[in-house]
């Protein structure tokens, strides 16, 4: 087996619990037959560290594995695989909508599954991971009974990778051309659509999130879904009786998607509006509506940290903006999807919107992702989501 030997004391950052060793980290590397393989990994003096996937051709060169001398096989995917399925059955052990793993919080690198009852989508993110992609589906067809696994991997993380971006079905027992299904999450139904929908189809992270809306949305509000996606959290809105609800997203096939939501649940106090936010925004403050809940979700505005400030500069417009549209004492749901943008960074801004807003605001609670994200403490990687309810006075 490929031996990889670090330079001197950089084993430091993986004895905490890192996942990562950095090309610049490496001393040299032995025996490598074929890129992405495992290999052993040492210390400067030789100590032995464990096991892992080997990138010559990316910034993150090393992912590990394990810290023993075992096998990786299918075996070890298996054991892997299952125990990240057992703590999620200790949260909750009727659900079968979770995500079953998730990556190097998960001890598997570069990997993604979300389960779906019998349906499975899968993301890679290493090439290691890739070698061993048909052991991973053969385990979820055998171990998990899947109906259907279809791989999410248009992803700009692969090209780092060197591996190609594919979206492929892998395993189809589905006897319909339509692959689109229906499932109940928290008591509402939703249509699942795997292969056209965003990431790995649909947004788990912020399940929890989604039904905590409940309990601030009272009977007769006016709700504003910004960034609405699937339609989650307006649907959550409309469950909590909500006297309207206007949700917005640019995505036509979004906004179709929450349209067929809200009939799923016959919810008639739902208006979706296929538009950019900041166009919206131009035209709601024109008619002088004020909303008692806004939920502010967007998509990452930063990939890296060279971004952080134009970034920040985004997400002060969008919140200064929402708070300008609440009624007094009304509740923003405000989040940022970007690890780089810390907690501190993220609520500094969310002062200075409040300061540009003329409002004062009170932190009511923070969230991060649902109990199927775990988190890292060694890896500031694995803690994408910031969540805020705020009182906006």
Known sequence: MAKLILKKNE???????????????????????KNGEVVDLYTYNYKYLGKGFYNKHSLIAYRHLTDFKEDIDRKFFYKRINNANAQR???????????????????LPGLII?????RFSIQIFSAGM?????????????????????????????????LEKREKILLDYVDSADKTFTLAIDDIMYKIDLVEGQKTGFYLDQSANRKLVRNYVREGDAVLDLFCNEGGFALNAAFAEAENVIAVDSSEHAVKTCIDNAKLNNFKNIEFLCKDVFDFYDDVFQQNKKFDVIILDPPSFTKNKKNVIPALKGYQELNNKAMRLLKPNGILFT???????????????????????????????????????PILPSMPETKYLKS??????
């Open 11 to 33: 084993e430091r950052r993986l004895a905490l619990g890192h996942q990562w060793i950095f090309s610049n980290e490496i001393e040299r590397v032995e025996d490598l037959t």
């Open 89 to 107: 059955k200790k949260v909750n052990r009727t659900n079968n909508i979770y995500r079953l793993v998730n990556s190097e919080s998960d001890y």
């Open 114 to 118: 979300d389960r779906f009852e019998d």
């Open 130 to 162: 890739e070698i061993f992609k048909n052991e991973i589906v053969e385990i979820l067809k055998e171990n998990f009974k899947a109906k259907f696994i279809i791989e999410k991997n248009d992803n700009e993380l692969r090209v780092l990778e060197g």
């Open 335 to 373: 989040f940022s999807c970007s690890h780089h943008i810390d907690e501190r960074n993220f609520e500094i801004m969310l002062m200075k919107s409040a300061s540009q807003a003329r409002r004062k605001i009170k932190i009511l609670e923070m969230m991060n992702t649902s109990y199927d994200h």
């Open 388 to 393: 805020y309810v705020l009182n906006v006075s």
